[in-house]
T-cell receptor, first 110, second 114 residues
């Protein structure tokens, strides 16, 4: 079983639409949770940390359900510049090693 | 905003040669990491480094690989006797002291083994 699983994608979405990404993790000992975005052939960049109470940053909302071991990311009013691969990432141990999902590619169409 | 820097941006090397990938982490960070990403695949953890020693390494990080923090600023990844399958993007990351702080990534080094 994969440690972090994401929707396989790609998602093709018209500009202005709302997009939802889902992620599940297998290890209940996971400690911290993040969404990164990665543009083609670029480094991953932190989009947002995910907190137990849920958190919002502008058009982006992240939710965490520890009981279900489920993380989500919602993008409202999507822009062309949101096109990227979205990576769900968790850490488990004291070394804070990141465990990566395979990513979900998002393509925003004009 | 401070950032992680990596050099070179692209390294082309003959199979069997040794390469050293260099990273300068953010100055007050304490945890350091190397990851790699083969083209079209997911990011994979290689090694973590804390308090001047390796704290964890993956199965990928075998005897062919080594890391050093020689001068308190640079953090290097050495790959000995490179193989074709070592071709990938290699990302360095660093993290501050607090547990839930995210890791910050460098731009990566694209390693091409011929």
């Amino acid at each position: 079983r994969k440690e972090v699983e994401q929707d396989p994608g790609p998602f093709n979405v018209p500009e202005g639409a709302t997009v939802a990404f889902n992620c599940t993790y297998s290890n209940s000992a996971s400690q911290s949770f993040f969404w990164y975005r990665q543009d083609c052939r670029k480094e991953p960049k932190l989009l947002m940390s995910v907190y137990s109470s849920g958190n919002e940053d502008g058009r982006f909302t992240a939710q965490l359900n520890r009981a279900s071991q489920y993380i989500s990311l919602l993008i409202r009013d999507s822009k062309l510049s949101d096109s990227a691969t979205y990576l769900c990432v968790v850490t488990m141990d004291s070394n804070y090693q990141l465990i990566w999902g395979a990513g979900t590619k998002l393509i925003i169409k004009p | 905003e401070p950032e992680v820097t990596q050099t070179p941006s692209h390294q082309v090397t003959q199979m069997g040669q040794e390469v050293i990938l260099r990273c300068v982490p953010i100055s007050n960070h304490l945890y350091f990491y190397w990851y790699r990403q083969i083209l079209g695949q997911k990011v994979e953890f290689l090694v973590s480094f804390y308090n001047n020693e390796i704290s964890e390494k993956s199965e990928i990080f075998d005897d062919q690989f080594s890391v050093e923090r020689p001068d308190g600023s640079n953090f290097t990844l050495k790959i000995r006797s490179t193989k074709l399958e070592d071709s990938a993007m290699y990302f360095c990351a660093s993290k501050g002291r607090q547990g839930n702080q995210p890791q910050h990534f460098g731009d990566g080094t694209r390693l091409s083994i011929l």
